[in-house]
């Protein structure tokens, strides 16, 4: 069974920093990117960023050169950097596995269960 | 970006009732459409993508169809446990973009 294990999160001030990461188990980590959505409060979902299994990275304009995503495929890992952040940054972030595998972003088949960042 | 705009905002049904959603690109995306149940304080849940294709262990009672710009999450006798806001997704390029979602309630 896929679990995502979330960590990380908290209140911080706006220009601080946090740090995400995600633990993952139950399928083979380095076969799947992995991706970052958010959600604002009472608000829909939004794309973050996304890591390819060998780690090719994408970002949301709204965080490029703020956040950096990174995964380590030894220890099944993904994490978010977040950087400068500002009042906007406040959501759940919630990070996800791709359903089709290394490369591919089509749709993600699971998701952690998430973490709120707060930026005040 | 592609801008994915569904409709309704929200929805009133009962149990038993059919209901369907529905999706539109800004821009074609062939059949590269997800659909997420996301019920309140949990994660989305994926339910179907590649337009059609159910994920493992959804139930049947959830469909979807469609291509290009346009597609339909239909749930046909709804359950209790369906009262939930549903979002589509594109895939056909990155940045994945969202709909707005749609409320479905008693």
């Known amino acids: 069974e896929v679990e995502l294990l979330q960590s990380g999160g908290g209140l911080v001030q706006p220009g601080g920093s946090l740090r995400l990461s995600c633990a993952a188990s139950g399928f083979i980590f380095s076969n799947y990117a992995m991706t970052w959505v958010r959600q604002a409060p009472g608000k829909g979902l939004e794309w973050v960023s996304s890591?390819?299994?060998?780690?090719?990275?994408y970002y949301a304009d709204s965080v490029k050169g703020r956040f950096t995503i990174s995964r380590d495929n030894s220890k099944n890992t993904v994490s978010l950097q977040m950087d400068t952040l500002r009042a906007d940054d406040t959501a759940v972030y919630y990070c996800a596995k791709e359903t089709c595998g290394t490369d591919c972003y089509f749709s993600s088949d699971s998701w952690g269960p998430g973490t709120l960042v707060s930026v005040s | 970006d592609i801008q994915m705009t569904q409709s309704p905002f929200s929805v009133s049904a009962s149990v038993g009732d059919s209901v369907t959603i529905t999706c539109r690109a800004s821009?074609?995306?062939?059949?590269?459409l997800a659909w997420y149940q996301q019920k309140p304080g949990k994660a989305p849940r994926l339910l179907i993508y590649k337009t059609s294709t159910l994920q493992s262990g959804v139930p049947p009672r959830f469909s979807g169809s469609g291509s290009g710009t346009e597609f339909t999450l239909t749930i046909s006798s709804l359950q209790p446990e369906d009262f939930a806001t549903y979002f589509c997704q594109q895939g056909e390029s990155l940045p994945q973009t969202f709909g707005g979602g749609t409320k479905v309630e008693i």
């Open positions: 890591i390819s299994g060998s780690g090719r990275i």
């Open positions: 821009q074609g995306i062939g059949r590269w």
